[in-house]
Each structure stands twice: as structure tokens, then as C-alpha cells.
């Protein structure tokens, strides 16, 4: 997916993965008692991207949002990420989320929507006009017997 940015001239990637740690094949389908992950990995190039200092702080965060009944919102906690400035900028979070995290659910399954939101802030904590999305495939967790 592409970022955003109201000026200047740049071009920037963000790409994530959902993992299930457990070895199973399948990383849409994660049993509630699996480890898992979100690895996120972006980049920035271009003239405009010189603009984005090491003052600066990325906020990488990831939201899931219920296809039904079920929990939606932020997956805690945001990551923040110091940015390094230069013309050409690479960078990565993995998010790892232990065995029965179950997002303020007693009994988190369910079918899952995972969104993860890319944001630039400057020193004082402002947002700035730049901003990366990736919207992941539906994900199902359930709870084994």
C-alpha cells in the first residue's frame, strides 16, 4: 500500500504480515492459545523524504475490527519508532501478541478484519500530513476444544 502525504515529492511503501508462530500453515485461521504476530515493514524515498528528520517519530499501530459480534479497535500498544531522515528510508516492527491475548474478550473468536495505521509526529507530539495504510485479509481466531 502507498502513503499518503499532502506535499512534496515522495513515494513510500508499507506492507504487513500476519504470523502464527505455531508452525501451522495457515496464518488466517490462529487458534486463541497460538502466539502471533503483525510484522510491519515500510519505506520512504525521494526528494521529500529528506524532509522527514530524526526528530520525528513514526506511530505504527494495528487495529482489528469484528466482521459480527466481537471486539473492535486498537491491538495494544502503538509502536513508536524513531524516524532517520535521508533520502532513502527503510524501517520495521514486528508486533507479537502471546497465547490467549484475547482483546478484552473473555472468549475472543471470531472472524477479523486487521488494519494497520502508519503516522508521522513531530517533537511536540503533533500529527503530520503523512500517513501509510495496509489492510490485511480477513483473519479468523478460534478457541480450541
Request: net charge negative; glycine share 8%.
Amino acid at each position: 500500500m502507498n502513503f499518503e502525504a499532502v506535499s512534496s515529492p515522495m513515494k513510500g511503501s508499507i506492507v504487513a504480515e500476519i504470523v502464527d508462530t505455531s508452525g501451522i500453515p495457515s496464518n488466517r485461521i490462529i487458534r486463541t492459545t497460538d502466539t502471533w504476530q503483525v510484522n510491519v515493514q515500510w519505506t520512504l524515498s525521494g526528494a521529500g523524504a529528506a524532509f522527514v528528520s530524526p526528530n520525528e517519530t513514526w506511530v505504527v499501530r494495528v487495529f482489528i475490527e469484528s466482521i459480527g459480534p466481537g471486539f473492535e479497535g486498537l491491538v495494544p500498544p502503538a509502536a513508536e519508532i524513531q524516524a532517520t531522515g535521508g533520502m532513502n528510508q527503510s524501517y520495521s516492527h514486528t508486533f507479537s501478541f502471546p497465547p490467549n491475548a484475547n482483546m478484552a474478550a473473555p472468549n475472543f473468536s471470531g472472524v477479523y478484519k486487521v488494519v494497520v495505521v502508519l503516522t508521522l509526529k513531530d517533537p511536540m507530539g503533533n500529527p503530520l500530513p503523512i500517513a501509510g495504510f495496509s489492510e490485511e485479509p480477513i483473519i479468523q481466531f478460534y478457541r480450541p476444544n
